[in-house]
């Protein structure tokens, strides 16, 4: 195994080819066939899969454990840290363990709180925030050292991610706290899923203005819609999620039957639009429970095959 080697992520975008991540959430259980099940649909389909860390505050199989599981059927992982459950001792040690086996991606995250999952009588930690999570991977790649200044026998080189939402107020903070994110250590960002493509395309225009895409990796983020339900719900229910109605009124306007295959052609269609916003590196297609359309919606998006890289 070569630790020294850049992760294939890192090279497709160096490289100046438009990436594709896609997403891969833990069993809540131990079982790997769940896993190595998505796995076999994502292979040849993204270039590396999203590995959550116990998403919406419930308890799941590792993000480490999944991320191995996920290298050993031939893909790559992006490992999720969230800083909820770990403090800066734990989250340390985690990416030196996680590093020493081979995952070479990290998303740093705050984590969904524990009062949203279905143990909401939880403690949170929170010793440090996503920022400084950041800042902690960065130093401990580019110094070899931890927290405590203490010189690492093996410093981490991981490609270092974030999340950016460019739909949350308010909106003109959106640019600065990317530019912190970035100053913190951030090489690549994965946004939240788009569907207000006037607003997404007024804060590119915002951060390309700073200077901002010449010094991280946008992945625009994309979620295909199962139904007009769906987006009813995650308009109303779900925070930071900015859903038009034209996009709702369209989901309706189809017969049920149909309604997964408009919310494809929909997901479809915003990535070619996306493909033509400067500063835009790649996407994140983030087809939750929905892993055997990944294949077909990059295809479609004239994505596959995914380009070869030494």
């Known amino acids: 195994m070569n630790l020294e080697s850049p992760s294939r992520l890192q090279k497709i975008l160096s490289k100046g080819e438009f990436a594709v991540t896609a997403e891969c959430g833990p069993p809540r259980g131990a079982n790997p066939d769940v896993v190595l099940k998505k796995a076999e649909l994502l292979k040849g389909c993204a270039d590396a899969v999203n590995i959550t860390d116990n998403q919406t505050a419930i308890v799941r199989m590792s993000s480490i454990s999944a991320s191995v599981h996920v290298m050993k059927a031939g893909l790559e992982p992006v490992m999720q840290m969230v800083v909820r459950d770990r403090n800066r001792i734990a989250l340390q040690s985690d990416i030196l363990g996680a590093w020493s086996l081979g995952i070479k991606n990290i998303l740093c995250l705050s984590g969904d709180h524990q009062t949203f999952g279905s143990q909401p009588e939880a403690l949170n930690v929170f010793d440090i925030d996503s920022m400084n999570l950041l800042r902690l991977v960065k130093d401990m790649r580019d110094e070899g050292r931890d927290m405590s200044g203490f010189e690492l026998d093996g410093p981490p080189r991981m490609f270092i991610g974030a999340a950016a939402n460019p739909f949350a107020d308010p909106f003109e903070y959106r640019v600065v706290r990317l530019a912190k994110k970035i100053d913190a250590g951030a090489d690549f960002i994965q946004t939240q899923c788009i569907y207000n493509m006037d607003r997404f395309k007024k804060w590119m225009k915002l951060i390309n203005e700073e200077g901002l895409t010449e010094k991280v990796y946008i992945l625009a983020g994309v979620m295909p819609l199962k139904s007009a339900g769906m987006a009813r719900y995650m308009k109303n229910k779900v925070a930071g999620m900015d859903i038009p109605d034209d996009i709702i009124k369209r989901m309706e306007g189809v017969p049920k039957e149909k309604a997964a295959q408009e919310g494809i052609s929909l997901c479809i269609e915003q990535i070619a639009e996306l493909r033509q916003i400067?500063?835009?590196?790649?996407?994140?297609?983030?087809?939750?429970?929905?892993?055997?359309?990944?294949?077909?919606?990059?295809?479609?998006?004239?994505?596959?095959?995914?380009p070869e890289i030494d």
């Open 278 to 306: 400067k500063g835009i590196h790649g996407i994140h297609l983030m087809a939750i429970e929905w892993e055997d359309k990944v294949k077909g919606i990059v295809e479609k998006a004239g994505l596959y095959p995914r």
